[in-house]
């Protein structure tokens, strides 16, 4: 990300160069990311945390944004935009690596449901958000349009393919090229971010900027905790959903908001400052869930 702010400074490199690299990440990177996982997960009962953890935390973004929408008179691109960077954690680039750290590798396989079950609302979910900016068109030409750019939305095919290919096709010899696609995203991803980066205008958004984090790193993963302990899912499983979903703003979701025209700028100074203010905010998230949970 330091990376890409740093070549945008000093113009080496084109200014709509994120928009090649955006092109990557969703064709090909994103799609290979769901054939690394999805067809190696093994169900079980317990796999309800992992896997509705990430659809509670967007439906909290939701009905969050909303409400503050209504009441600060906010654009329905800001709201939406705001609704898509707040409502995504940041389960793979940040989780992965600080879940090994903190609880050991052996939770990487409940990080991972946590991140394609992330992935695969982005592709739904957070397609059909993004595609109602066109509120002047008629409810059937929206769900119409929406419908129409998710069926089309290469991530989208790719978790489809991934669910159902290995039935009937042996997958196992493209792993290698599965790793190697799938170990763009993050990096490329925060390239591109960094591209986009800018903190010109920076105390304009301010506010909206603090309501995001504010939700994503401090509400978001207390709507997971209350879920954690209604379900009685006092174990590793919903501990580790919880720590996911502590995580800062999904870097993927500004790809998404550049390709509808939201609110790019809100959003990747939203991402940019959540990935730094989160990686303190997850050490405090471990300590409280190892007091809570004695794990």
């Not at 609110?263 to 940019?272: E, F, M, P, R, Y």
């Amino acid at each position: 990300m330091g990376a890409g702010y740093a070549l945008r400074q000093t113009k080496l490199i084109h200014q709509e160069a994120h928009k090649g690299i955006n092109t990557w990440v969703l064709y090909l990177a994103l799609p290979a990311v769901s054939f690394k996982y999805l067809p190696h997960i093994s169900w079980g009962q317990d796999m309800v945390f992992p896997v509705f953890s990430p659809f509670i935390v967007l439906l909290g973004s939701i009905i969050c944004f909303r409400v503050v929408g209504f009441f600060k008179q906010y654009t329905t691109k800001t709201k939406l935009t705001l609704i898509l960077v707040s409502g995504f954690s940041n389960t793979s680039f940040v989780g992965f690596p600080l879940v090994a750290s903190f609880f050991g590798e052996q939770y990487l396989a409940i990080a991972i449901i946590c991140d394609q079950a992330t992935f695969f609302l982005l592709s739904t979910l957070g397609v059909y958000i993004a595609g109602r900016e066109g509120r002047n068109s008629s409810l059937a030409v929206r769900v119409r349009e929406a419908g129409r750019r998710l069926l089309t939305f290469p991530p989208f095919i790719g978790c489809v393919c991934a669910l159902s290919l290995p039935h009937f096709i042996d997958m196992k010899p493209l792993d290698p090229l599965f790793d190697k696609l799938a170990a763009t995203v993050s990096p490329l991803a925060l390239f591109s971010v960094g591209l986009q980066l800018t903190f010109k205008g920076w105390k304009e958004e301010i506010q909206s900027i603090s309501l995001s984090l504010l939700y994503k790193l401090l509400i978001a993963p207390v709507l997971v905790l209350g879920f954690v302990f209604f379900m009685k899912g006092e174990n590793a499983y919903g501990v580790v959903s919880i720590f996911e979903m502590s995580m800062p703003c999904l870097v993927s979701t500004s790809i998404l908001i550049d390709q509808f025209k939201l609110d790019s700028k809100i959003a990747n100074l939203t991402i940019g400052v959540s990935i730094i203010i989160g990686l303190l905010t997850s050490t405090v998230w471990f300590y409280i869930l190892q007091y809570l949970f004695d794990f």
